[in-house]
Structures are given as structure tokens and as C-alpha cells.
């Protein structure tokens, strides 16, 4: 199955691209599809502590299982603006 990954501010700057088309087998979970993509980008390890997880725009749990067509974002942690 194809998953369309979104990549934001340094995940982006680290891959290199806004996004990638990502080939998975079926019934792979959010983790796995992002243990995966940590694998081939190592740099990324150091935010997977705080990074986000969306599946077709809604933040959802890494043990959401992903279906062909997903799209899949990883956003950067989120800080408060000025007051």
C-alpha cells in the first residue's frame, strides 16, 4: 500500500523534501511506519520523543493502523505565541 507522508519545519530541512510517498505492507501501525522512516533518516531519532503524529489531519495514536491512501504528517512539537 502507498502512504503519502508530510514533513514539517527541521523533519523537513533533515529528509530534504515536504514529502514522500512511502511504501508499506498492510496492516503496518503508525510506529512501525515511523520506525521505518527513522531508520532511513537517522537524524530524526533525536525528536521522536517530542515529535506529533497526524493521520489525515487528526493527531492520533502511534498504534492507529494505516490504510492505503493515508496521509500521514510528522509536526514538530507546538509552542504558545506572544500574549
Same mark, same amino acid.
Request: aromatic share 4%; glycine share 10%; net charge positive.
Given at each position: 500500500?502507498?502512504?503519502?507522508?508530510?514533513?514539517?519545519?527541521?523533519?523537513?530541512?533533515?529528509? $530534504? &523534501?515536504?514529502? *514522500?510517498?512511502?511504501?508499506?505492507?498492510?496492516?503496518?501501525?503508525? =510506529?512501525? @511506519?515511523? /520506525? #521505518?522512516?527513522?531508520?532511513?533518516?537517522?537524524?530524526?531519532?533525536?525528536?521522536? $520523543? &517530542?515529535?506529533? *503524529?497526524?493521520?489525515?489531519?487528526?493527531?492520533?495514536?502511534?498504534? =492507529?493502523? @494505516?490504510? /492505503? #491512501?493515508?496521509?500521514?504528517?510528522?509536526?514538530?512539537?507546538?509552542?504558545?505565541?506572544?500574549?
Amino acid at each position: 500500500m502507498q502512504i503519502r507522508l508530510r514533513l514539517f519545519a527541521t523533519y523537513r530541512e533533515i529528509v $530534504g &523534501s515536504r514529502g *514522500l510517498t512511502w511504501s508499506a505492507r498492510d496492516g503496518i501501525t503508525l =510506529r512501525e @511506519l515511523v /520506525d #521505518g522512516i527513522v531508520a532511513k533518516y537517522p537524524r530524526l531519532a533525536d525528536h521522536r $520523543g &517530542s515529535m506529533l *503524529l497526524a493521520v489525515n489531519e487528526a493527531i492520533v495514536s502511534p498504534e =492507529r493502523v @494505516l490504510n /492505503d #491512501g493515508d496521509e500521514v504528517a510528522l509536526l514538530p512539537p507546538v509552542s504558545g505565541g506572544a500574549r
